[in-house]
């Protein structure tokens, strides 16, 4: 790709029915810079000049962002000199400046730019200014070429139009290389690295990270099927982390930055499916008012996840196999096809290949949509996973209810590697989020966890060590985690107690 093959007619498209624009990808909107710049006075008038500064340029970071992410996730194969100049082409096909040909931010003239929108409203709105004020270009700039060099890039503003210059100039450096010149802007700007909104991608990874190894083979094929287009079938019971594997695919895959939608396909009686998957148009039946895009459709270029997709109903596999086979879809009532260009990512806790032998789901589909099978094993065969995740989990269900960070005592421990999970992660997160809410103390006791967590089941047999450790366990379970009651039952002391839970942990 070279920045100067981008053009407005590839970018953008338009879908006046469904009311929505997009551009390199992303849902854009059209909207008046005249609207825009009566918005920067006010915003200037409400917070001054420093809050309209700070805010407008972390709003300008997070579109250079994900315009970045959009135009990586197309252009897979540009070099890093092509997706920076990719940046300012964007800048000029938005609409939004000019820049003198054979300048560029990153080099050390810098960018000489023309006819910025921002420093034209900002001269109409707030009048000429002291000090540059293309802040959400700078921003802009900043995001994007962070996001494409992997570091993190200040781009500021030396000469600005809005203060008398005949042009404005962006200068990009690393953050580093600026030294004290950044100074006087750094309450300006946004925080190095994604913006805040862009981050719940990121980190899906870390959340996702165990310590099985079949998730962690799960987990390289699912990286790797992320990279091409194939449909992928997840299998796990409920609640292992379908829905979670499946967005992580998705924010790996090039459709990233646009939409993933899910379809719980057990969840919906049959006559609704049909019209939730493909739409409707108006008065296709009694109740439809007016046209309606279904979620083939509205998952655009993104994904769709189909979730219990083992539920669905023979007639509805048909329609959907066509629609796969086709790469087309019929709103119901419509009789013209519209192109699918979504990714197909289905799953289900059925045995499909035992409904397939039964004839309960169509052969045909069951192959078109498990070119790559991934599954899940229950929590109960990933007893390495519990307690860290245990501990993840619970960490989360304490920022959300405001309570500062809690342990996992260690009859508590014992009981949730004793459970057997029937309701997997889930249940594990459910549980959590309880000893979050009800526990008195910093320390999850077992007490804190739903009765049906079984306790320890008693070890009969085993080594002297072993038999010690249990009894030490069970103790602690009974008296709620308490170390020294634990202790007076066993007729040993606390400090006996303490000591031996020690060698035992280590
Ligand atoms: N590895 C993980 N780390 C953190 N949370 C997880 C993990 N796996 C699953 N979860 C959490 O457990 C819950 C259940 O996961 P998810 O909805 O992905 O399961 P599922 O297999 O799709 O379930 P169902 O089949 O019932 O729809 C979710 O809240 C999810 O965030």
Redesign the pocket.
């Known amino acids: 790709m070279r920045a100067e093959d981008l053009d407005i007619t590839t970018l953008l498209s338009a879908d006046a029915e469904a009311g929505a624009l997009h551009f390199a990808g992303l849902r854009a909107l059209i909207v008046d810079a005249g609207a825009l710049g009566a918005l920067r006075r006010d915003v200037v008038d409400a917070l001054g000049v420093a809050g309209g500064r700070s805010l407008l340029t972390r709003f300008g970071y997070v579109q250079g962002w994900r315009a970045a992410e959009a135009l990586r996730g197309r252009f897979a194969s540009a070099s890093a000199h092509a997706m920076r100049d990719a940046g300012g082409r964007l800048g000029v096909l938005q609409g939004m400046l000019r820049i003198a040909p054979g300048t560029g931010p990153m080099t050390p003239e810098g960018a000489t730019v023309a006819a910025s929108y921002e420093a034209e409203q900002h001269l109409q709105h707030c009048g000429r200014a002291d000090a540059p004020v293309c802040w959400t270009l700078a921003g802009f700039a900043s995001g994007y070429l962070s996001c494409v060099e992997r570091r993190d890039i200040v781009v500021l503003e030396d000469r600005c139009v809005a203060c008398g210059d005949r042009s404005c100039r962006f200068v990009a450096r690393p953050r580093e290389a600026w030294g004290e010149t950044l100074t006087p802007h750094a309450a300006y700007l946004p925080p190095a690295g994604p913006p805040r909104s862009e981050r719940a991608a990121v980190t899906l990874e870390d959340?996702?990270?165990?310590r099985s190894p079949a998730?962690q083979r799960t987990l390289e094929l699912a990286r790797r099927v992320a990279a091409v287009d194939s449909s992928v079938l997840?299998l796990?019971?409920?609640?292992?982390?379908?829905?979670?594997?499946?967005?992580f695919i998705h924010a790996r895959s090039r459709r990233a930055a646009a939409p993933f939608l899910a379809v719980?396909c057990g969840a919906i009686p049959e006559p609704l499916l049909e019209s939730e998957l493909f739409g409707h148009a108006r008065g296709a039946f009694t109740g439809a008012t007016r046209d309606r895009v279904g979620m083939l459709e509205a998952a655009g270029a993104g994904t769709l996840f189909l979730?219990?997709v083992g539920e669905m109903s023979p007639a509805m596999q048909v329609k959907l196999l066509r629609a796969l086979q086709q790469r087309e879809l019929r709103r119901v009532g419509e009789n013209h096809p519209r192109p699918l260009h979504a990714r197909i990512v289905a799953?289900?806790?059925r045995d499909l290949a035992a409904a397939v032998e039964q004839g309960g789901f169509r052969r045909d589909l069951y192959y078109r949509l498990r070119v790559v099978e991934l599954r899940?094993p229950p929590l109960r065969a990933r007893q390495e996973?519990i307690l860290p995740?245990a501990r993840?989990?619970l960490a989360?269900a304490c920022a959300r209810v405001g309570r500062s960070e809690m342990s996992l005592g260690t009859a508590a421990c014992e009981r949730l590697l004793h459970h057997s999970w029937p309701g997997?992660?889930?249940e594990?997160?459910n549980a959590m989020e309880r000893a979050a809410a009800l526990a008195a103390g910093p320390q999850v006791e077992a007490d804190d966890l739903p009765d049906d967590i079984a306790a320890a089941p008693v070890k009969r047999t085993g080594s002297l060590q072993q038999l010690e450790h249990a009894a030490i366990v069970e103790a602690l379970g009974r008296h709620g985690g308490h170390q020294q009651r634990a202790a007076a039952e066993l007729g040993i002391s606390p400090s006996t107690l303490y000591r031996r839970l020690r060698k035992q942990r280590a």
């Open positions: 959340e996702l990270q165990s998730i997840l796990g019971d409920s609640g292992t982390g379908k829905d979670r594997l499946a967005r719980h979730d219990e799953a289900t806790h899940l996973d995740l993840a989990l989360s997997n992660v889930r594990l997160e």
